[in-house]
């Protein structure tokens, strides 16, 4: 059985937490009881899921740590591991310094009482995104220090080091994963255009992958505005930045955004014929519904095609809820006829709670429905309720 994903950050990380702080502390002339933090930081602690384990060690680091915060920052500085140089994070603590999972409760404690000392806060974290990351930690100060924060990001897109580079598009997402939502960049996205365009063509596909990410988050909110770049960004692009772009257009390339779909050469719809089937009328959570798409051509072009296809899930008040899957990306050769198949895996997921009921599957051939199917979907009987 794997190793539960709350325990990379365990009690034994909290040891080696504790000696670096006790020696950094030391050497900055405020002693630091290493066992009793160890102690503070460990009770409770395998009791915790993942991220109130990092809360829990950030508390513990309130308690210990001395009251002016730029006596606290320069600490947590001195525990540090060696910076990571290359676009891999390795996720390790020892006797050289921190580095990892553990670097997240710092992070916290860093956005919490630094938040009225934004300057020496940034910094911290700079240092910190170099041996974990601090994409959750900054979003703070984006939110109640921008003028700061944001001269700070436009420094740090030219900074020597990736993982700051990454920091300036991550920490800035509107909708970042396991952060805190930031409502004024879904409402205007515009401040961080001016990050993004400084590095759309970085060295690093991390960096850049980062920024993918963060214009597919300004798309669900904005597709117009996200077209528009899309748009500009497009010409004269390198490999790299149409790749960039691609990734970029995923939500939109799903849902047929005719702008979008424009940009990259599929605003056509199938000159031909589009059979599409499903294999089973009826299933047990857990299995598998086989789809089948038979394509006929009837161009005497090749014809570059996108192919999704959409689960429409039953709810708990009887109506349907959409949810696109990445079927193909092919190009259909002159009068070419192709047969695809898939099985969509209906299985249960953290994400998404199943009811009983008839289920659809659309099929959708550059943005156009060429087809629609329905099974039945039975739960368990002992997971009926």
């Not at 740090?156 to 990454?166: E, G, K, L, M, T």
């Amino acid at each position: 059985m794997a190793e539960p994903f709350k325990n990379l950050l365990n009690p034994s990380l909290v040891d080696v937490l504790a000696g670096h702080l006790a020696k950094s502390a030391k050497a900055k002339g405020h002693p630091l009881d290493a066992k009793a933090f160890a102690a503070r930081g460990k009770k409770g602690l395998e009791a915790l899921e993942m991220k109130a384990r990092a809360e829990h060690l950030a508390e513990a680091l309130v308690a210990f740590l001395p009251d002016s915060f730029d006596d606290a920052a320069t600490i947590l500085e001195g525990t540090l591991a060696p910076a990571f140089t290359t676009d891999e994070l390795a996720f390790s603590a020892g006797p050289k310094g921190v580095a990892g999972w553990i670097v997240w409760p710092l992070t916290i404690y860093v956005s919490r009482k630094g938040i009225d000392n934004p300057k020496r806060a940034l910094a911290a974290l700079r240092e910190m995104t170099m041996r974990f990351t601090a994409e959750w930690a900054i979003r703070p100060f984006v939110t109640h220090h921008p003028k700061v924060t944001f001269a700070t990001l436009a420094k740090w897109a030219r900074d020597p080091n990736v993982h700051v580079r990454r920091l300036v598009s991550e920490g800035t997402r509107p909708r970042l994963p396991w952060g805190t939502r930031l409502d004024g960049l879904v409402a205007d996205p515009t401040p961080t255009f001016p990050l993004l365009e400084a590095l759309r063509d970085d060295e690093s596909e991390y960096v850049r992958r980062s920024v993918a990410n963060h214009l597919n988050d300004v798309a669900k909110d904005h597709p117009a505005t996200f077209a528009e770049i899309l748009e500009r960004w497009m010409k004269g692009a390198t490999p790299e930045r149409r790749r960039l772009l691609s990734h970029a257009s995923r939500t939109l390339v799903k849902a047929g955004d005719p702008r979008v779909l424009r940009v990259f050469g599929l605003d056509r719809s199938l000159e031909g014929k589009a059979t599409f089937r499903l294999g089973k009328k009826a299933i047990v959570l857990g299995d598998g519904v086989p789809m089948e798409l038979a394509l006929v051509s009837s161009s005497d072009a090749p014809q570059k095609l996108v192919i999704d296809y959409v689960v429409h899930h039953v709810r708990a008040n009887g109506g349907l809820s959409p949810k696109t899957f990445k079927g193909w990306s092919l190009v259909l050769g002159p009068r070419e006829s192709r047969s695809l198949s898939r099985t969509h895996p209906v299985r249960p997921i953290t994400t998404r709670r199943y009811y009983e009921g008839r289920h659809e599957i659309e099929c959708r051939v550059n943005g156009v429905s060429v087809g629609r199917g329905a099974f039945e979907l039975e739960l368990p009987r002992e997971k009926k309720r």
